[in-house]
C-alpha cells in the first residue's frame, strides 16, 4: 500500500525533492543542450523550474498522493516542461 503525506516533514521533504531534482534537470539540460543556429529556444531558465513547480501545484489539493504517485507527477512535469522542448531525435535520446 501507498504511503499517503500526512506529515510536515513529508510535506518538507518533498519540497526539497522537487527543488534538488528540478535543479539538477535545469543544470543539466543548460550544460548539455546549448542554444544554436537552428536551436534558439534551447534556453532554459529557472523560469522553466516554476512551470515544474505550477504544473505540479495544480493537482488537487483534496486528493491525498502518495511518494510514489508524486513522483510520477514530478517526472512528467519535467518531461513536459524540459524535454517537450527538444526538437532532434538525437537530443531527445541523449
Do not use: A, W
Not at 41 to 55: A, E, L, N, P
Not at 56 to 72: C, T
Request: charged share 30%; hydrophobic share 40%; glycine share 4%.
Amino acid at each position: 500500500m501507498i504511503e499517503k503525506v500526512k506529515k510536515i516533514e513529508d510535506t518538507k521533504f518533498i519540497e526539497n525533492v522537487i527543488s534538488k531534482i528540478s535543479v539538477q534537470i535545469l543544470r543539466m539540460m543548460e550544460n548539455k543542450f546549448k542554444p544554436g543556429k537552428n536551436k534558439e529556444h534551447y534556453i532554459f531558465t529557472m523560469k522553466d523550474i516554476m512551470r515544474v513547480y505550477k504544473g505540479i501545484f495544480s493537482i488537487d489539493m483534496k486528493i491525498q498522493v502518495g511518494n510514489d504517485q508524486f513522483m510520477k507527477v514530478l517526472f512528467n512535469e519535467c518531461n513536459r516542461v524540459f524535454l517537450d522542448r527538444l526538437t532532434s531525435s538525437n537530443d531527445i535520446k541523449s
